[in-house]
Nanobody, 128 residues
Framework: VQLQASGGGLVQTGGSLRLSCAASGRTSDRTLSSSNMGWFRQAPGKEREFVAVVGWSGGSTIYADSVKGRFTIARDNAKSTVYLQMNSLKPEDTAVYYC??????????????????WGQGTQVTVSS
């Protein structure tokens, strides 16, 4: 499975960005549509941290406390794509954002080890 993320960039504090991540590869659409899809991020000098995850139907989500109420995760199974709408951005949101897929989910995972596939990352920079 290949994951192609896009939508990162430079934005001022309080601004918004929308990240997209399209999944492709030999895995069937049915497998992808039953997967968990999510986002992690890593700031310079810090460990990779969980941001958000969405279950196969789109109805179940988990957010990190630091983004709750500001970020919204959604998915379009017809397009094998996951989105992250980021509003009210803060300088501490500056990081490389990675989309992830868990093809055999047991639960909505929040640990990096629970995800087999990772995108290449897209940079989000929030200026103060």
């Amino acid at each position: 499975v290949q994951l192609q993320a896009s939508g990162g960039g430079l934005v001022q504090t309080g601004g918004s960005l929308r990240l997209s991540c399209a999944a492709s590869g030999r895995t069937s659409d049915r497998t992808l549509s039953s997967s968990n899809m999510g986002w992690f991020r890593q700031a310079p000098g810090k460990e990779r941290e969980f941001v958000a995850v969405v279950g196969w139907s789109g109805g179940s989500t988990i957010y990190a406390d630091s983004v709750k109420g500001r970020f919204t995760i959604a998915r379009d199974n017809a397009k094998s794509t996951v989105y992250l709408q980021m509003n009210s951005l803060k300088p501490e949101d500056t990081a490389v954002y990675y989309c992830v897929v868990d093809l055999t989910p047991l639960r909505l995972g929040i640990r990096p080890s629970e995800y087999e596939y990772w995108g290449q990352g897209t940079q989000v920079t929030v200026s103060s």
